[in-house]
């Protein structure tokens, strides 16, 4: 699994680890990535999310328990 961020697509940025002594060593620097319950128009789902985009509101947090309260309003199926 990649550590990117599924809605811009935000990847790791490499660059150079300079000592004191002016050596340069290659390093990484990774995305802030967090695992996050999104609410998508059909209906929510798992996602990879930066928190540039949660803080900025390009996704919106899907609320607690929705998966029980559609269990729950879901009319019963007659036997």
Same mark, same amino acid.
């Given at each position: 699994?990649?550590?990117?961020?599924?809605?811009?697509?935000?990847?790791?940025?490499?660059?150079?680890?300079? /000592?004191?002594?002016?050596? !340069?060593?290659? &390093?990484?620097?990774?995305?802030?990535?967090?695992?996050?319950?999104? $609410?998508?128009?059909?209906?929510?789902?798992?996602?990879?999310?930066?928190?540039?985009?949660?803080? /900025?509101?390009?996704?919106? !947090?899907?609320? &607690?328990?929705?998966?029980?309260?559609?269990?729950?309003?879901?009319? $019963?199926?007659?036997?």
């Amino acid at each position: 699994m990649a550590r990117a961020c599924e809605v811009c697509g935000k990847g790791p940025t490499f660059g150079n680890q300079v /000592s004191h002594s002016n050596r !340069k060593t290659r &390093r990484k620097w990774s995305v802030n990535v967090q695992n996050l319950k999104v $609410k998508t128009p059909g209906g929510s789902k798992r996602m990879r999310v930066c928190t540039t985009c949660i803080r /900025s509101g390009r996704v919106e !947090k899907a609320p &607690r328990g929705t998966r029980q309260a559609a269990l729950k309003a879901a009319p $019963k199926k007659a036997a």
